[in-house]
């Protein structure tokens, strides 16, 4: 799927499905057809809208819980016998139960509880770094990619751009060395584009504009465009048009779940912003996502709303973005018709950027609701 072969990848989807279904339905006692099953129907519950049609008229289908119970009883079996795949069943749920189910936090102490122990190795590394990230934890993430070896790193290339990611996020530009070891090592194609932009962030923040020039014009020919982050770092590159440098901050901090220095960054220009028509939007949408992240709901609500009035068309993905995460507040607060109604708007969206990803979130949310 990740490299446009559509046809392929369902066709491939579809056998696996039959053939696990048949195999239970024929032999039920058999665990292992489970721990594959699980997995499969638990993705199928976001399966993003473009494929919704061609998934429908194949008989594919499937939900979290379901997935999640085919594999709960894979693991008690694999528990008791300490099964050769008992650490994959681990990680496969702890994964639904963060990205799907949208409980990182619960995730995390699952991967810790059962995993936590463990001597660090490379997909150790990725699976519980991942999660950190997905719960806001960068510095644990941050401790848990740095106890490897850097050699350990170098035979999974894709830990030395997570590392960097999670750098950047504190505003430690010594991210540039890690995502410079990736561009290094990585002989494919993925996220080449997001490296060579975030390392054009950095000249950014450095006010080295000759060198933010130079990286993100890489953007352009370097790496492919599959990518919901690849995508983003070529249309930015593309637009011409360079990141604000307070709202690139902000950004950065929020992502890395640092809303208080965040909010310092942001806070002392309210006006200035308010004026700007080409940047109130963004900065309406940034500080929406501090107030989130500390709990400030009311306030959340408040600037996800005037992302909402600035742009009523919802073509920005921040537009789009604030009518998911306004659904995840609804959500959490109990309020599950109004969660449903902005899950269901989100899926009427086209934005610029990231509508793959955003769409997922909001059928993943349906689900959980429905």
């Not at 008989?59 to 894979?74: A, W």
């Not at 960068?138 to 850097?150: F, G």
């Not at 993905?317 to 998911?324: D, E, G, R, T, V």
Request: glycine content about 6%; proline content about 3%.
């Amino acid at each position: 799927f990740k490299s446009g072969e559509q046809f392929s990848g369902f066709r491939e989807f579809y056998k696996a499905s039959s053939l696990l279904e048949k195999n239970i339905q024929e032999f039920p006692n058999f665990i292992y057809s489970y721990k594959s099953a699980g997995i499969l129907h638990a993705l199928l519950s976001g399966i993003p809208d473009d494929y919704k049609l061609a998934a429908s008229l194949i008989g594919l289908k499937g939900q979290i819980d379901q997935g999640k119970q085919e594999l709960e009883k894979f693991i008690n079996y694999a528990e008791q016998t300490q099964d050769l795949f008992l650490e994959e069943s681990y990680a496969a749920y702890a994964f639904i139960t963060a990205f799907l189910e949208n409980k990182p936090e619960a995730a995390y102490s699952y991967w810790l509880k059962k995993m936590g122990m463990a001597d660090p190795n490379p997909l150790y590394a990725y699976v519980q770094s991942r999660i950190a990230i997905r719960c806001g934890y960068t510095d644990a993430a941050i401790n848990i990619l740095q106890s490897l070896p850097i050699d350990d790193r170098d035979q999974f290339p894709y830990l030395h751009y997570l590392l960097g990611l999670c750098k950047l996020d504190k505003l430690d530009f010594n991210a540039e060395a890690n995502f410079y070891q990736y561009l290094q090592i990585y002989k494919g194609q993925n996220h080449l584009k997001e490296t060579y932009q975030k390392l054009a962030w950095i000249s950014r923040l450095r006010g080295n504009i000759g060198m933010y020039r130079l990286h993100i014009s890489k953007c352009l020919n370097r790496g492919n465009a599959q990518l919901d982050e690849d995508k983003q770092a070529y249309v930015e590159a593309k637009s011409g048009i360079m990141p604000d440098s307070i709202l690139l901050r902000a950004r950065l901090l929020s992502d890395g779940n640092f809303p208080d220095k965040a909010l310092e960054v942001l806070a002392p220009h309210r006006i200035n912003y308010n004026n700007n028509e080409a940047l109130k939007l963004e900065y309406a949408y940034r500080l929406g996502r501090i107030y989130q992240q500390q709990k400030h709901v009311e306030d959340a609500l408040r600037q996800f709303k005037d992302v909402l009035d600035f742009d009523p068309s919802n073509k920005s993905y921040m537009s789009c973005n604030a009518l998911l995460q306004t659904g995840l507040l609804f959500e959490n607060q109990g309020k599950k018709q109004e969660a449903i109604h902005y899950y269901q708007m989100v899926l009427k969206t086209h934005p610029d950027q990231y509508q793959r990803s955003i769409h997922q979130k909001a059928k993943a949310g349906l689900s959980r609701l429905n």
